[in-house]
């Protein structure tokens, strides 16, 4: 993936730059705000991430003018400021995540590669397929090997996000702000405990298990292809 | 030295001259009334005298004839028995009987009909009062009254009131001064006070002098606020020794740690394993961080502007569903009863993050196989607003210690080995407070019972039913009564 990252402390950057390139990315820098609106312009990026308090330029204003000009790269917006009212300006003003910092870079890899795939114009699906997981979003229902699964409203939204971001990795805080709106970090296992529930379900008993336990970061819904 | 010139220059001195100046002005308004009111009276009493005279000689007259009268007013000059005087005039003005004196006065007034009054000063004499009456022989008898007396009185009346306004411009400068100097004095305290204080000194406080004047107002509401000012000052000094003392305990093992590892350097996989302790204590301090940081952001309460409709009804159902599975493998039972339909306005995220706190809290301070039961209480009567409940059976809190605890970084003894940063609870009340519930710790004997009141005022609609329809997660809870399906939740 080609990024752009725009971070004014070189110290993050380069924390953050040279742990997307050893995973394979692209990464451009720029350092303030007008440099960053230059490239963003001017090249394709898959994602963008941006710091909000930036010399010049602040990042909201970066991003208002990008999507201004009708850029529609996915911004995350990566900030000390952990307001609740500055995230929801920072989603308003054309962001598409939100991470406050300091944070563990597992959750930034995580978050950008969920931006990354997201298919900007994606028509409107009603069944979602991993493997033999079939999820039918009108009926609301599970099956998985032709067999039907009984999932609770909210495991059923659990696995529509694990599906809906099938072969990334999604950590927890992902799931709490996505499944269950928690913009916040517990301190008990909520996430672990649900998401072992879900398996009990769905995964266990049908061969191979679809969800994997990544250390360190998070879960991956894995389809058997690959 | 500075202090005395500035008295005898300050806003002191003007009052008292400006008093002594109105104070003058009005003993002189009184001086000249009361002169001219005694002037007026005695002239009018002259007057009344000289013309009763003149009617009774008038009636002598008309009873004796004209030389018998002649002789009359001569005998009557001659006498001086009395005090007024008497003169009678030819045709051709000249005297004919009694005073050359009075005649001549009389000779220099215009004779108008029978009776006529005038006042004449004669050069070298007192003023006089004449009643000239025209008689049916063709003189003239003239009564005259000497106002020398009326002079006289005028002039006592005036020394009195130049005495009396002397000693009133001394009266008014010395009570002017007395005046400004007892108002300054009292100003001075307050000054004193106040530059004792800005030297260090905060326990200094005005000392009211007990007459319950406006002085005195001012000394209590000063003093009062200096407390709460002192108060303030207090709770912050507590917060920042509070986090310092309590970040210094994970800061030292952290440097433990590393410099463990630095002495007794060993395999990748000591390393490893020194590493993944040091993040996970730095992830613990940056979590207290953001605890800190959200209190006072709460706490600034500038917050408000993100408040709008929040469903309470589907917050407690997600957070009970969301936790039940959890408090059910930690060993407790979770069980929950919320009304329907409850709407109020506030900030999802935080009331969320308030359950939330509130379950966590009563998950690590209380034992195995303990009950928590999280209520959502539909409004009552009397402005009652909506509640949020959660109780336990565990081992509760002492009754003296129940405020303690909303207070940063408190933690009951027994806890002190418990996780946790001992800021859950101090959220908690910030959160309450920007919603302006009330915050009420009890003892459901046993136990703790944590309930957040809201204000009426924050209701938006309580929908009758008896089921409410709970967002995208499509359940409906019953209502007052505990659902059998909700305490199990599998």
Redesign the interface.
Known sequence: MKVLLIEDDAETADYVGQGLREHGHIVDLAGNGRDGLFLAAGEAYDVMIVDRMLPGLDGLGAVKTLRAAGVQTPVLFLTTM????QR?EGLEAGGDDYL?K?FAFAELLARVHALGRRRPFAQVETVLRVGDLEMDLIGRKVRRSARTVEL???EF?LLEFLMRNADRVVTRTMLLENV???????????VE??VS?LRSKMDRGFGCELIETVRGSGYCLRGPSI | MGRRFNILRGSGVRFALLHTVVFVISVAAVGVTAEALVTRALKLQAGQRVEGEAAELLDEFRQYGSDAFRKLIDAQTASGESRLHYALLGRDGQRVAGEHLVARAAASVPAAGASTLAEIRLTGSDRFLLNLRSLTDGTTLVVADDLGSVDDVEDVVANAFTIVLGISVLLGLVAGFLLTKGVLWRVEAVTRTAEAIIAGDMTRRIEPTGAGDEFDRLATSLNAMLDRIMQLMDSLQQVSNDIAHDLRTPLSRLRQNLERTRIHPATTQDYAVAVERAIDEADGLLATFSALLRISQVEAGNQRVTFRPVDLTEVVTTLFEAYAPDVEEGGRILTCAVAPGIVIDGDRELLAQLLANLIENALAHTPLGTEIRVSLLRPGRAERGPAIEVADDGPGIPAAERDKVLRRFYRLERSRTTPGNGLGLSLVAAIAKLHGAALRLSDPEPGLRVTIAFPWRLHVEATTGQTAPLGSSGTSVSGSSLDPAMMHHT
């Open positions: 952990s307001g609740v009212g929801v406050t300091p609770q409203p909210r939204r269950w709106e928690f913009h916040f970090d517990p301190k008990t296992n909520i405990t649900h529930r």
